[in-house]
Nanobody, 119 residues
Framework: QVQLVESGGGAVQAGGSLSLSCKAPRNIFSVFSPSVMAWYRQPPGKERELVATIDGGRKTNYAESVKGRFTISRDNSRKMVTLQMSSLKPEDTAVYYC??????????WGQGTQVTVSS
């Protein structure tokens, strides 16, 4: 059963913006709201890397490479997390994955969405 559904990927020129969304339609509010939500990415030929996290208290953490350009946020009532990306660079090209770590330690991944930034 699909737990996380991502959307919003696509192709953009360098300097442009994209917004990624991840919804957890099967979560109930009491499960989603304390979860740590995150975005990871996997560039072509490279390993998956952490991009940003947001915990149940809305504390955020970012990879150094995206600080000041990306913003992660969450809407618990809609069971959704968003990654707003701006000033995109070709090196941001990757498959982006939504990740959830529930309070009981269970981990879920989305199916991934492609982001391509051309120079």
């Amino acid at each position: 059963q699909v737990q996380l559904v991502e959307s919003g990927g696509g192709a953009v020129q360098a300097g442009g913006s994209l917004s990624l969304s991840c919804k957890a339609p099967r979560n109930i509010f009491s499960v989603f709201s304390p979860s740590v939500m995150a975005w990871y990415r996997q560039p072509p030929g490279k390993e998956r890397e952490l991009v940003a996290t947001i915990d149940g208290g809305r504390k955020t953490n970012y990879a150094e490479s995206v600080k000041g350009r990306f913003t992660i946020s969450r809407d618990n009532s809609r069971k959704m997390v968003t990654l707003q990306m701006s000033s995109l660079k070709p090196e941001d090209t990757a498959v982006y994955y939504c990740n959830q770590v529930r309070s009981d330690g269970t981990i879920y991944w989305g199916q991934g969405t492609q982001v391509t930034v051309s120079s």
